[in-house]
Nanobody, 116 residues
Framework: QVQLVESGGGLVQAGGSLRLSCAAS????????LGWFRQAPGKERESVAN????????YYADSVKGRFTISRDNAKNTVVLQMNNLEPEDTAVYYC?????????WGQGTQVTVSS
């Protein structure tokens, strides 16, 4: 059974940092594209950042460029989202995603709340 488990969410003041981590079991990340999505109350889920299987190619939403960094460790089967200079607008549930062709897996989500 495939499981993606996120950790690292919490409450932080604006300008602070959080580090989200996603660990996989039941699947090997090596060939998967990995990403982080978020969903704020009343809004659709949106892509925040993703990285290809090698980690050489990354994508960031305009709203997080220069503040968030996605990285992967294929040996540890993990993907990390380092979030710096957080803003209240970053408040959302953050989800880890792994995708390879038609195969796609989601974590259960972790809450990030940024107070002003």
């Amino acid at each position: 059974q495939v499981q993606l488990v996120e950790s690292g969410g919490g409450l932080v003041q604006a300008g602070g940092s959080l580090r989200l981590s996603c660990a996989a079991s039941g699947v090997t990340f090596t060939t998967y594209n990995l990403g982080w999505f978020r969903q704020a109350p009343g809004k659709e889920r949106e892509s925040v950042a993703n990285t290809n299987y090698s980690g050489r190619n990354t994508y960031y939403a305009d709203s997080v460029k220069g503040r968030f960094t996605i990285s992967r460790d294929n040996a540890k089967n993990t993907v990390v989202l380092q979030m710096n200079n957080l803003e209240p607008e970053d408040t959302a549930v953050y989800y880890c995603n792994a995708k390879l062709g038609a195969r796609e897996y989601w974590g259960q989500g972790t809450q990030v709340t940024v107070s002003s």
